[in-house]
């Protein structure tokens, strides 16, 4: 039955449905950030105290940002399963539209609390995390790649798990996904904005770089306990990811 449904699909054509209807989904948000325009400004500039303008002004972002991304769900992850289609390809299909939308709302909370992008001189004193224009940024990029990361991490084992690929398949997949996040963790830790006082004390650079080997040892043996499965709720048959009983299958 699964080679049947999808011997009239080729890979480029699931590719093409699942940036069809990820396509469909911003196309629907940008059509309500275009709508809704006038309505967010005049809501982020209603007479408040001074007090309680930062507060308001991020309520709104959120309040509009969370609708985008609802409006975004709908146009992709609606309009697909409005629509009949086999239940392998469909489970396909369904499992990245969904890693696409949890991709979405982590960039969504982390904009909230870091604003990466100053588009005038008062927006740093909206940003939840107080820090410099340089960390917010490089933080809200680490973080995106990192959830991405993840969530397509995930749903790739999902879709091998669906296509009935073997152990020692999923368990090469999985390891090179986990690889792939502690990379991203090291590159972050390494080359994460420097304070000014730390980088122009040599005490203070001394004092860094001895942090900076300590968190990295700390992150190695995290990551082989994770992948040995030596450590309580991580210790998975193969990872974290696939983590779906053979019974299941």
Known sequence: MLREELQSRSFLEVLALVFGFALLGLGAEWGFWRATHAARLR?????????ARPLRTTGVRFGFSLA???????GSIGAFLALDWPPVLKSIVLAYLLAALASRVTLLVSRLLLEPRIRRQDAAGYRLLSMPDEA?????LRISVFAAWLAFGWATCEVLDELGFSDDAQSLVA???DLGLFLIAIEALWRRPRLAAASTSQTGHRRREALD??????????????VLGLWGFLALRSSRYCCRSPSRR
Do not use: K, S
Not at 43 to 51: D, I, M, R, S
Not at 68 to 74: H, K, M
Not at 136 to 140: D, I, L, Q, S, T
Not at 213 to 226: F, R
């Open 175 to 177: 390891f090179t996904l």
């Open 43 to 51: 809501a982020e500039h209603a007479p408040l105290e001074p007090v």
């Open 213 to 226: 080997w300590l968190l990295t040892v700390y992150l190695v043996l995290i990551w082989l306990m994770w």
């Open 68 to 74: 985008g991304v609802a409006v975004f769900a709908a």
């Open 136 to 140: 917010a940024a490089f933080w809200h």
